[in-house]
């Protein structure tokens, strides 16, 4: 059952993207502002947010020092849009490795039976330096979790495939500094008057309108790479 909801979404992601419509899981009904400005590094990339610089043999680096572009993803494990977008990050990240730093926030929808846990897992892995392997492993897993009703129990078995201590990641997905990480990003992402995602913020830039085209992505790096 779980796998025909899977296909169900991926033809609507489908037939919304070649419609060249945008499309994007949204908290409420409100419509977004158009006015563009540049938000601060200190609410987009805090000092306690994971950071990488790239991807070389299909592992994730350490943020570069010498990258001229950043790129931010308030993002929602169980949300479709950001799962279509999941692989042209890491296309990103492979292609500018070492030129583009990327973060990830949270961003949980209420409507979503397990995004908070789905987050909690993540950042728990973070705790034991898995952080980049458990999002990769959660994004690239939805058909397995989504709308289950145990869906922590499929994490700690995500934990064990990882190799982390299991028993810590028992007691780190339900602690307090999980559940304040997640807020911390929550909050970031209502400061900013978010309402939909995914969100990407380019050098501070909102990326208005998502196309699902790499290429469209690949040309905006490109751009700010080019400024003087």
Request: charged share 20%.
């Amino acid at each position: 059952m779980l796998k025909d909801k899977g296909l169900v979404i991926g033809i609507v992601i489908t037939i919304l993207l070649i419609a060249g419509g945008v499309f994007l899981m949204t908290r409420n009904s409100g419509s977004s502002s158009q006015v563009v400005e540049k938000v601060s590094s200190e609410i987009l990339v805090p000092s306690s947010a994971t950071v990488t610089g790239g991807m070389a043999d299909g592992k994730y680096l350490a943020a570069s020092t010498s990258a001229e572009v950043t790129l931010v993803e308030f993002g929602d494990y169980e949300c479709p849009a950001c799962v279509y977008y999941h692989p042209m990050i890491k296309q990103l990240l492979s292609e500018f490795s070492g030129k583009l730093n990327f973060t990830f926030r949270n961003y949980p929808l209420d409507y979503h039976t397990n995004a908070l846990v789905s987050a909690y897992a993540v950042e728990a892995a973070g705790l034991q330096d898995k952080y980049w392997q458990m999002h990769d492993k959660v994004y690239e897993s939805t058909d397995e979790w989504v709308d289950i009703v145990d869906a922590r129990s499929i994490f700690v078995g995500y934990a064990e495939s990882l190799g982390l201590d299991v028993e810590k990641f028992k007691i780190d997905i339900d602690s307090e500094v999980v559940k304040q990480i997640v807020q911390r990003d929550t909050n970031d992402g209502n400061l900013v008057k978010l309402n939909a995602t995914p969100t990407f913020y380019l050098n501070g830039i909102k990326i208005e309108r998502l196309s699902g085209s790499y290429e469209d992505l690949r040309n905006l790096i490109n751009t700010e790479l080019n400024k003087d």
